[in-house]
């Protein structure tokens, strides 16, 4: 490969804060607002122009689809966002659970408002491109926007991107899933004129539930959700692979449907389940965008033909990015395992509860029995790197506690716990590995937060 000598320049540093938070999505937004609330200044940067990540810029309107009568659920800033969404007047009903499918363009409003409350200061449009570090601490980043390349320093950095793309640049070790088995990337999709009632009714007339799911993905259930309703269509796109309209050998076409709205807006489809790509491979990301937009379109036509009531269905809007499910996920202090969230883990250092719900690697749980296990607050600090933790998808764990924990609510549990454990750090002026649990958890629950 051929290399060029970057010549070496002084930058300006242009803002400095107590925390930075580094990335918005649910844990990133989590993290900013509760480190302000817990009394620290606090910065959140974001790479495109608006807060909320996978809800907002991907279009993931589904923020606890998990939730059932028996679901014992996270309690904390999660649960705030998606009340405060439903009365500020941008959710509906979610179709297969006791939850609200949260308006993604209206949600960049709410998350503008939340931060703004809290204090929060947020800068848009700003891509960070590395770190800053001293005696193996990071004391702030370096950043890339229309002003230029420019720097923040900050006493605590929390890791907000998704794909630890911090603790990758500042050397921390961590794993990454071989690309042939990375969760598939989707390109959500939302579509208008659709007519309500004529596509419910034949949602009723043929009924699917989760076991279907196991028709076109390899896929293991407990049993207990085979017979439970779910807003899933195949039929239409079989249909249209038998008919030539997508082709035989297309399968990554079928999946979800969420709300539908009076005006026949069908907001959240989540049709398009693409593997062999990887989120840290901007090759990658670029041939995921394409392909991705060209199957939606083959999926809006086989929904013409195939589905009643979408026979006049449009494109509406494609999500602003691809979505990710699994790329990085650091080595920390404690890796999550598969037998923790499958049996109830407890733990002393607890910063939070996520309801035993696990969707990924072919395998699906649902929370309808009331079981819980413990988010550890370990699996947020990496190795060999002070000053940092990890919020969100990226914590430390395995395949299939990584198919619990990438929820978007569980985002928000561990981006809560990073944001208090920032702002304590701070106040008692100790590094992350010394700083104290039970007033990270005091604090915790002082906001809201279910430690057991």
């Not at 370096?142 to 640049?169: C, F, N, P």
Request: aromatic fraction near 8%; charged fraction near 20%; glycine fraction near 10%.
């Amino acid at each position: 490969m051929r290399q060029i000598k970057e010549v070496a320049r002084v930058i300006p540093v242009f803002a400095e804060t107590d925390v930075l938070v580094v990335g918005s999505g649910p844990g990133g937004l989590a993290a900013a607002i509760s480190a302000a609330r817990a009394g620290v200044k606090t910065m959140l940067v974001e790479r495109y122009g608006c807060l909320g990540g996978n809800l907002t810029q991907v279009g993931v309107e589904g923020f606890a689809w998990y939730r059932h009568e028996r679901t014992i659920d996270s309690e904390g800033i999660g649960i705030e966002f998606e009340r405060r969404a439903k009365a500020m007047g941008v959710t509906q009903q979610e179709p297969q659970s006791l939850s609200e499918a949260i308006n993604a363009d209206g949600f960049k409003y709410v998350a503008d408002v939340l931060v703004q409350e809290a204090g929060v200061i947020p800068l848009l449009h700003c891509l960070v491109v590395d770190v800053i570090i001293e005696d193996d601490a990071i004391i702030g980043v370096v950043t890339e926007s229309k002003d230029g390349r420019q720097a923040i320093l900050a006493k605590r950095v929390i890791d907000g991107s998704g794909d630890a793309d911090l603790a990758h640049y500042a050397g921390a070790p961590y794993i990454k899933t071989p690309k042939e088995e990375m969760l598939p990337v989707t390109v959500m999709f939302s579509c208008s004129g659709v007519e309500k009632k004529r596509f419910l009714e034949y949602v009723r007339a043929n009924p699917t539930t989760y076991k279907d799911w196991g028709k076109n993905w390899e896929m293991q259930t407990d049993g207990k959700e085979d017979d439970l309703f779910s807003p899933y269509l195949e039929e239409p796109f079989n249909q249209a692979r038998k008919d030539g309209v997508i082709p035989a050998g297309l399968t990554s076409i079928g999946g979800t449907w969420s709300s539908i709205t009076d005006s026949g807006e069908a907001t959240y489809l989540n049709m398009v389940h693409m593997t062999g790509f990887d989120g840290t491979d901007v090759w990658d990301l670029t041939q995921a965008e394409i392909e991705g937009r060209k199957q939606v379109m083959l999926a809006i036509n086989a929904l013409n033909r195939y589905a009643p009531g979408f026979e006049g269905a449009r494109l509406r809007t494609f999500g602003m990015s691809v979505g990710i499910r699994d790329t990085r996920k650091i080595i920390a202090q404690y890796n999550l395992t598969e037998h923790d969230v499958r049996n109830q883990a407890r733990f002393e250092d607890s910063i939070g509860i996520f309801p035993e719900f696990i969707d990924g690697y072919g395998v699906l749980v649902l929370p309808t029995t009331g079981r819980y296990f413990h988010i550890p607050y370990r699996i947020l600090v990496p190795q060999k790197v002070k000053n940092l933790l990890v919020a969100g998808r990226c914590v430390a764990g395995d395949k299939i506690s990584h198919a619990a924990v990438r929820s978007m609510m569980c985002c928000t549990v561990t981006g809560q716990g990073a944001g208090v454990a920032a702002a304590i750090s701070i106040k008692d002026n100790v590094d992350f590995n010394a700083v104290s649990i039970s007033s990270i958890q005091t604090a915790l629950l002082q906001q809201g937060v279910r430690i057991y």
